[in-house]
């Protein structure tokens, strides 16, 4: 007896009910985004695999999903890497594409691909799946979707404080409130980093520093000391902050510590910028954290996590930065960009554990017609046909069944209401309309239905 049928681990079906819900979110995020101004594209599936590579730092790299070759280029295939136990060379010589890890290195490869054809600054919005090789758990998936919106061309804090806005935007029409926008600034990172003598290994320093909020300073501090960094620093800023609240003591007491006067690119009074120019928030707090690291390695100005509700456990629900190298490596230089990438699945979990769905919102079918008779169902169809093209959306139950059978699929389906012809209501030329939530029926004549 064979077994039955699985998606593979990482990837999954979606019922027509969370369609319905994913598409709701979709569908306010579109809102938002547009309001903003900026305009769909789409990306393939599948990029080079030389594009990906060596954009998201070693981890990253790790995670992307290759894609064997076929046909005739199999015979590239490396065989002295793998007498030779180099497992990751070999790999390599067997693919030359990959499945997109995120949707901003693709824009970055389509900005310089279409750059005679586009208008900068460049706003585009972009909904599709992603795929990572990372390990399966509550709200980690292999293959997900990301809702991405990215500004190419202007090196403007006012796109900073339009992302801020939107972020709010989004939430506020999803009727989500009590979520936390974290900024930071890559260029804060670095100045701790280097004081920290971190040196070529900043990767490893960023990825334990973002730990902080999970593990506490002791562990973070055995981590620092276990792989040679200097702790000074972290411990006078810790000291620092101590006792703070103010954005404005934070970022002054950060700029005292890792920032001399003479310096002229001063992250920190861009920070503050932000954070005394944003208007009243509706739906996010607001925090600055210097500890947040965003682990991929193309940002280079101002970073933003968004965390969920702090009772519900699902991790970031979205994030994104200042990115201002990120096109020089496809050779088009001098072009900064920045972008937030909302993560549908979990922004799902969030208002799904919160029950925050919209109680009308429905599967998308509008009307049944029920099936007594096939003759008079035939008959019936130029009228089914007037509701379609009036916009309504029409199950005919396909073959003559008993009504109870009919209406308690339109149950299952969430179907508002349903349309009976039987032989007495097709020769009065008639039909009986059922209110499927409240049991309220009446009559109508068929010339009125549309």
Not at 117 to 141: C, N, T
Request: glycine content about 6%; charged content about 25%; aromatic content about 8%.
């Amino acid at each position: 007896m064979s077994s039955k049928p699985t998606t593979p681990k990482g990837m999954r079906d979606f019922l027509p009910h969370e369609v319905a819900r994913r598409t709701y979110i979709m569908d306010v995020i579109k809102t938002q985004f547009e309001a903003f101004g900026f305009l769909p594209i789409q990306t393939p599936s599948m990029e080079r695999r030389d594009i990906l590579l060596g954009k998201y730092g070693e981890e990253g790299d790790r995670l992307v999903f290759k894609v064997l070759n076929s046909g005739e280029k199999v015979k590239k295939a490396d065989i002295d890497a793998l007498n030779q136990g180099q497992l990751s060379r070999f790999g390599n010589s067997l693919s030359e594409k990959a499945l997109r890890y995120d949707l901003t290195v693709p824009l970055a490869r389509f900005v310089v691909q279409h750059q005679n054809e586009l208008i900068f600054p460049f706003k585009r919005y972009q909904m599709q799946s992603v795929w990572r090789a990372d390990r399966p758990q509550h709200g980690r998936f292999q293959e997900f979707t990301q809702c991405d919106a990215d500004a190419i061309g202007s090196d403007s804090l006012l796109l900073e404080l339009e992302y801020i806005q939107l972020i709010d935007g989004v939430f506020k029409q999803l009727n989500l409130h009590g979520c936390t926008l974290r900024v930071n600034h890559r260029k804060v990172l670095e100045k701790i980093a280097l004081k920290a003598n971190a040196n070529n290994k900043t990767t490893t320093f960023f990825t334990i520093l973002d730990k902080l909020d999970k593990i506490g300073w002791p562990e973070v501090k055995r981590m620092f000391v276990e792989a040679g960094f200097s702790t000074a620093v972290i411990d006078t800023i810790n000291d620092a902050l101590s006792n703070k609240n103010e954005v404005s003591a934070q970022l002054q007491a950060i700029e005292n510590i890792i920032f001399s006067d003479e310096e002229n690119d001063n992250p920190a009074k861009e920070l503050l910028f932000l954070f005394n120019s944003i208007h009243k928030l509706q739906s996010i707090k607001l925090e600055f954290d210097w500890t947040l690291a965003r682990g991929l390695d193309y940002y280079t100005g101002a970073i933003f996590e968004i965390a969920a509700p702090d009772n519900v456990a699902v991790g970031s629900i979205g994030a994104g930065g200042r990115y201002d190298n990120l096109t020089a490596m496809f050779g088009m230089k001098d072009t900064s960009g920045i972008g937030i990438s909302f993560g549908l699945d979990r922004i799902y979990i969030v208002l799904d554990e919160l029950d925050l769905f919209p109680k009308e919102l429905r599967t998308a079918i509008d009307i049944i017609v029920v099936n007594f008779d096939s003759k008079i169902l035939t008959s019936l169809m130029p009228y089914v046909n007037a509701l379609r093209d009036n916009g309504k959306r029409v199950l005919v139950y396909p073959h003559e069944a008993r009504l109870k059978k009919q209406l308690s699929l339109a149950n299952q389906l969430k179907i508002p209401q349903a349309i009976i012809v039987g032989e007495t209501e097709w020769n009065e030329k008639s039909c009986i309309i059922k209110n499927l939530d409240t049991g309220e029926q009446r009559t109508l004549l068929l010339d009125d239905l549309a």
